[in-house]
């Protein structure tokens, strides 16, 4: 599967764009976000803007060297990979509202979230891709669990979501874990008299984890619907998520104004998985794939902002 995954794409390709992906890394947080501190909306909107640019350079780069068409599944599989993981914004805000999370430490946790998350979706795109290859018919299984999926969040889109405190994974963590839940924020683990605790920023980080692979579960097969290359999956994923800490400082205080956008991410989901199940009959245009995605996403945004979520009168 590995070598399947290595032949998808030149040995230069993997190697640039793993290079260009790790020095960012390195610049954001080594020298730009060194020190703990809690990023303006002014920088949050740079870095936002530097990701945007190199995820649609990366973009030209497969146009020249590999096509138009894979550069279009590519930007498909990037506005979609976007567009979902603002579900992960929502959650972002709720966990670290729960956990008290200070805002100058938020930064690092997403941080390391990112780098597990490169690992967890890279063995998940080798699986699903290696799925599709040998059982055609897991295209069937992938496309209904997306529709599934679609009609799922639009039925309980108004369902108030638990608190991550109470959750299994955190009541987990802390049953198996020797845990410090005066430690702070600032470091994974202290030292307490000769034995090591985790901190409430590690369980937060792990809480973060496994709502991304929640979220991947859902992602990765509709990316999967729009392309199965396996490079193209991988690239469009990576920068889709590298741009989601900087995202999340610029819009985490005005999350909520975008409350139609779950409709859309639900409607797009449930219309990709349909895509999906068709593929052995008709297969759609990606022209008409990224206009779909852009149009609904566009409509949700518009609608947002122009009729604004009434507040709740209290009792």
Avoid at 270 to 285: D, H, S
């Amino acid at each position: 599967m590995l070598h399947e995954l290595l032949l998808s794409a030149p040995w230069w390709a993997w190697l640039g764009f793993h290079v260009l992906v790790f020095t960012m890394l390195a610049l954001d947080l080594g020298v730009f976000n060194r020190n703990a501190h809690e990023p303006t909306i002014k920088e949050s909107g740079y870095w936002t803007a530097i990701w945007i640019f190199l995820a649609l350079a990366f973009g030209a780069v497969i146009w020249r060297y590999m096509g138009p068409a894979p550069a279009g599944e590519y930007l498909a599989g990037y506005l979609l990979e976007k567009s979902l993981s603002v579900d992960n914004l929502f959650v972002f805000v709720l966990v670290f509202t729960a956990f008290q999370v200070p805002r100058r430490n938020q930064h690092r946790v997403l941080y390391w979230g990112v780098m597990g998350a490169l690992v967890m979706r890279a063995a998940m795109i080798l699986a699903g891709t290696a799925l599709l290859h040998r059982f055609s018919w897991m295209t069937f299984v992938f496309g209904g669990f997306l529709v599934y999926t679609g009609l799922k969040m639009l039925l309980m889109r108004n369902v108030e979501p638990g608190d991550p405190r109470e959750g299994a994974v955190a009541r987990l963590f802390q049953r198996v874990m020797p845990f410090d839940p005066d430690a702070g924020f600032a470091k994974l683990w202290v030292r307490k008299n000769g034995r090591t605790y985790a901190t409430p920023m590690l369980l937060v980080l792990v809480v973060v984890e496994v709502t991304d692979l929640v979220f991947a579960v859902d992602s990765i097969p509709a990316v999967l619907a729009v392309t199965q290359k396996p490079f193209i999956v991988y690239t469009s994923n990576v920068f889709a998520i590298l741009g989601l800490r900087s995202l999340y400082f610029l819009l985490a205080r005005m999350i909520d104004r975008f409350h139609h956008l779950s409709i859309g991410l639900a409607v797009i989901l449930a219309l990709v998985g349909v895509k999906m199940c068709l593929a052995k009959v008709y297969e759609v245009p990606i022209t008409t794939s990224l206009l779909v995605i852009g149009l609904i996403l566009g409509v949700c945004i518009g609608t947002s902002l122009s009729f604004p979520k009434l507040e709740k009168k209290g009792r």
